[in-house]
């Protein structure tokens, strides 16, 4: 940890406020029911988790850097938190006091190793953003580096001095922190909680170094070059450093600001579905997705002109919180889609399993029941739909499943932490939208998209196993033939008179094996394509006919 008075007293604090509430937690949630007092947990547990949120609000504004950060994750944990949280904690998103001017153009002019006057034509004292890390100020470029860029009104980005030490105190009263949960048994055994913080960590970390940030704007913009739903601003890289960071102004309708939309001629319905296309095409397909995507991170950009195809883009800004997924972790993601948009609760259970979600020796049985009940009862439904079922379904729906829920050995790899937010805030972004915006909509084209893509890979699999089959059934003979003709010759030497006989019952065997292979290789192949394609299904269905009939000769002949 840094030294000074004032970061120790930083450390301190921080610690003293998780110490507080994690004992208070203890109190009412573990050693009350013990006694027999759950019901005491119960009462109070609204009014516990809204003054924490009251509480920890304060804290962040008054102490800023990471803890900012910490609350907007909490804020967007819709799906585990309770609303009394969530609610009070959505403010921290705006509600960030800026840095005066003087110190960031101190530390501008210190980077950028000249006056600000000498750098930019001018450049406006008011920040347009101020976020927890930093914030932005617009700009104007001089008549040579606009002539040069193409640009002549930039963003130009500053850190917030002091930053980095802040952000090392934070990290070390993190660290310390997810210790001490790593302890709670109930913590411990669904997430790596140290793990987890050295995620946070190097996300942090990431954040803070705009030369980072600009390479992301850079790498994100050529993943969209050719989709016309996309726009990047562009990075003005001779006027970029470690911490100062310019940029082309991109400036538009805030995604969120419906009244502004609408007086566009823009119909915010129609936004929505575009930006979770657009979001899941980041998770699913290229595997290097926004993971910041709150409102202020987001602008509607109308597009005029009769040559437009269309009439308005997506245009994301702040590039400092990106996440990458893995190629297996991408590909068990796209399996759950497939299966929570095909309602196939078997199926997405495996695929929670499969993307580390849920331990191996996890037992599903229970869990799969659960999930199809879901998918029968709720499935499909928008959040205005949701919105009026009878409470009382999902009390009903809780008490009969909640036990199994709770039970399982539930944990949270590392690189989910990042997954997680950006979904939170994509479901957020289209709810504010429309209301009545149903994220299945947008899910099942998609899902029906990465289904037509799987199984042509499972029928290539299926052909490329076929192609094995059948030259290791075509070339095994003349092998064995080889093997034969040496033993007759006497070239080989025979330590059993029987190695003949046994040869050929191995030759058979080889045979039928190929054969039964090439067989359940056909008619998989045939099934999966049948969906899409009639003709050429039936077609792999019936050749599998063949190999079966010799597969069955190849066994009788001989014996």
């Known amino acids: 940890m840094p030294g ?22 203890w109190w009412f949630e573990l050693f009350l029911p013990r006694l027999g007092l759950a019901r005491v947990a119960e009462r109070t547990r609204v009014g516990r988790m809204r003054r924490f949120a009251q509480r920890f609000r304060v804290l962040a504004l008054d102490l800023g850097g990471l803890m900012i950060k910490v609350g907007q994750f909490l804020s967007t944990r819709l799906d585990v938190l309770p609303p009394e949280l969530t609610k009070e904690l959505e403010g921290l998103q705006d509600e960030v006091p800026p840095v005066p001017f003087a110190a960031v153009r101190a530390l501008a002019e210190a980077e950028l190793g000249a006056p600000l006057a000498e750098v930019f034509a001018s450049v406006e004292e008011t920040p347009i953003a101020a976020a927890s890390l930093g914030q932005a100020h617009r700009a104007t470029l001089r008549p040579g580096d606009a002539a040069a860029t193409g640009l002549a009104r930039v963003v130009l980005k500053v850190q ?25 048994r109930l913590v411990s055994d669904r997430a790596d909680m140290p793990a987890l913080v050295e995620e946070f960590a190097q996300t942090s970390l990431e954040e803070i170094d705009y030369l980072n940030e600009g390479a992301n704007a850079d790498r994100f913009a050529g993943d969209f070059a050719a989709d016309d739903r996309v726009d990047v601003p562009a990075v003005v890289w001779e006027r970029s450093t470690r911490r100062v960071l310019t ?25 929505a579905p575009v930006f979770a296309s657009v979001m899941f095409e980041q998770l699913f397909t290229t595997g290097f997705f926004h993971a910041d995507p709150h409102p202020g991170n987001i602008f509607v950009t109308p597009v005029a002109g009769p040559a437009a195809a269309r009439p308005w883009k997506l245009t994301f800004i702040d590039f400092g919180m990106m996440g990458e997924v893995p190629d297996r972790t991408r590909s068990g993601l796209r399996k759950l889609l497939i299966a929570a948009a095909a309602r196939d609760g078997e199926g997405l259970v495996a695929a929670i399993r499969n993307v580390g979600v849920l331990m191996p020796s996890a037992d599903t ?50 690189n989910f932490l990042l997954i997680i937010r950006a979904m939170s805030l994509t ?54 033939n080889g093997v034969l003709t040496r033993i007759e010759e ?14 050929k019952r191995l030759d058979r065997s080889v045979r039928r094996s190929a054969s039964a292979l090439v067989f359940g290789a056909l008619l998989i192949a045939g099934s999966v394509v049948r969906a899409d394609d009639t003709v050429l299904g039936n ?9 079966l009939l010799h597969g069955l000769w190849a066994g009788r002949s001989g014996l």
């Not at 930083?10 to 509430?21: G, K």
């Not at 991109?250 to 566009?264: E, G």
């Open 160 to 184: 917030r001095p002091g930053i980095d030490a802040i952000v090392d105190v934070d990290l070390a009263a993190l660290r310390k922190v997810g210790g001490w949960l790593s302890r709670f």
């Open 247 to 271: 940029l082309e102004d991109v400036t538009a309708i805030k995604i969120t600001d419906t009244a502004a939309l609408r007086a566009a001629g823009i119909d915010p319905a129609q936004v």
């Open 490 to 503: 006497g070239s080989l030497a025979v330590g059993s008179p029987r190695l003949e006989q046994q040869v």
């Open 365 to 414: 049985v229970e869990l799969e029941r659960a999930m199809t009940h879901l998918f029968a009862r709720f499935g499909g439904m928008g959040f205005a739909e949701l919105r009026e079922v009878d409470p009382r379904e999902f009390r009903d729906f809780a008490v009969e499943f909640g036990d199994v829920v709770r039970s399982l050995p539930f944990q949270l790899p590392e």
């Open 539 to 547: 077609v792999l269905m019936i050749a599998s006919v063949v190999p």
């Open 427 to 480: 479901s957020g972004v289209c709810s504010s939208l429309d209301e009545r915006f149903n994220l299945w909509d947008s899910v099942e084209p998609y899902a029906a998209q990465l289904l037509r893509d799987e199984r042509g890979n499972i029928v290539q699999d299926a052909a490329q196993q076929a192609l094995d089959a059948a030259g290791l059934a075509l070339g095994l003979p003349k092998r064995l």
């Open 4 to 25: 000074g008075g004032g970061h120790r007293a930083r450390y301190r604090r921080i610690l003293r406020f998780a110490a507080w509430h994690l004992a208070e937690t």
